[in-house]
């Protein structure tokens, strides 16, 4: 592992190198032209007063090689706060040098920090590499849930209905 990897919140000026990583993202996850942000989204979301999600720059030195993008919900039986992982990215020739390790014990402790419950995210079944990781971290499966989603036209008729 290289001692030259950091991590470090995000900052304004990083809403085009985020972009590009949601870009490369969408690419590795077979859906290149599911990306509908921009940059004006990104500063919005992330970076106006009350803002309610985060992200953070993963850095090799001085160049940036990967991110992550989270949010606080919350879980009403253990009556606290959680931290949801959005979305983690390392790009494809940093991968192997203990970035996305690094990144997801900067959220950890983040969420300890925060006297979160929990730290919860989901993965693609097809993701192989990525549920290899979690498993290796101590991370659980929580195979009895299923996500379910309203989006797009549906969202709009159900809420109009």
Known sequence: MSNAITIRPAV??????ILHFITELAI????PDAVKTDEQAILKTLFSEGATAHSVICLDGDTPIGFAVYFYNYSTWLG?????????YVSADSRGKGAGKQIMQ???KQALEKDCGRFEWVVLD????????????GAKPQ???????LTGQE?????HQ
């Open 106 to 108: 900067y959220l950890a």
């Open 12 to 17: 304004a000026s990083d809403a085009a190198t």
């Open 155 to 159: 969202l709009i008729d159900f809420a």
């Open 28 to 31: 590795y996850e077979k859906e």
């Open 126 to 137: 097809w993701n192989k590499p990525a549920i290899d990781f979690y498993d290796s971290i």
């Open 143 to 149: 195979n009895e849930w299923i996500i379910y989603r």
């Open 80 to 88: 606290k706060n959680g931290l949801y992982l959005e979305d983690l």
